[in-house]
């Protein structure tokens, strides 16, 4: 199968005071819930992983744990696929679950999810709330898991915001330096001593690429040549 987009914000590049506040979240909601597992989930080209597992007894489902993506047969995978709202208050009594091995093999039955999206509404993940046994939970419940939906998704969101920024701190730093330009070709001296065009030194600071025209003084010069 061909491989799906990489996407950003593994364990790695989340920050550690992110995954810490993330990890006491999921902890205190599963005590809260009483369930044995509270889980954020994640995205990543072909593979969805469990990037954070509550520390609560009973819970099955450890963390860095991956499956290949689709066709995993994961509650949340269904949550990605609706992008909306997974309730399911007894897998063993569900036409469509009674027989999962990947959703009951550990007699995990009753299911609470909701998809996490980035900003541009790419999927991230889920949060999910996972009981041993029948759990219809309730609408305060669904409040809970919600707000905790919200919460990821602003935090990615301000992530995103503050790398934009930076980028563009090193950008306007790289514009403002004074560099040497070849008076004869046009080229300029990078920092490592090389040599390139002025397309490729814009293009290696900003990422723009560069669309080539004439101005209208050229113009007038190189007209002169045919007439």
């Not at 999810?113 to 949060?127: A, E, K």
Request: proline share 5%.
């Amino acid at each position: 199968m061909k491989d799906m987009k990489k996407k950003p914000f593994n364990r790695e590049s989340l920050t550690e005071d992110i995954l810490h506040e993330w990890q006491h979240m999921l902890n205190d909601v599963a005590d809260i819930f009483g369930v044995p597992a509270g889980l954020i989930t994640r995205v990543d080209g072909n593979e969805i992983e469990i990037l954070l597992s509550s520390e609560t007894e009973g819970n099955p489902y450890p963390a860095n744990y991956t499956s290949q993506y689709p066709d995993s047969g994961w509650y949340c995978e269904h949550t990605l696929k609706s992008r909306g709202l997974n309730l399911i208050p007894d897998a063993l009594q569900d036409p469509q679950w009674k027989d999962n091995a990947a959703a009951v093999g550990m007699h995990m039955v009753s299911y609470l999810g909701m998809p996490i999206n980035y900003p541009d509404g790419g999927q991230f993940g889920t949060v999910c709330f996972i009981d041993n046994k029948q759990n219809a939970h309730n609408e305060l419940h669904i409040k809970v898991v919600e707000q905790i939906k919200r919460m990821v998704e602003l935090t990615l969101r301000i992530i995103l915001a503050q790398k934009e920024i930076s980028s563009r701190d090193r950008l306007l730093h790289d514009l403002s330096k004074i560099y040497p330009i070849c008076c004869y070709c046009k080229k300029i001296k990078e920092d490592t001593g090389e040599w390139v065009s002025v397309e490729q030194y814009v293009r290696d600071i900003s990422g723009a690429m560069a669309s080539h025209g004439i101005c209208p003084q050229c113009y007038e010069k190189e007209i002169k040549q045919f007439t």
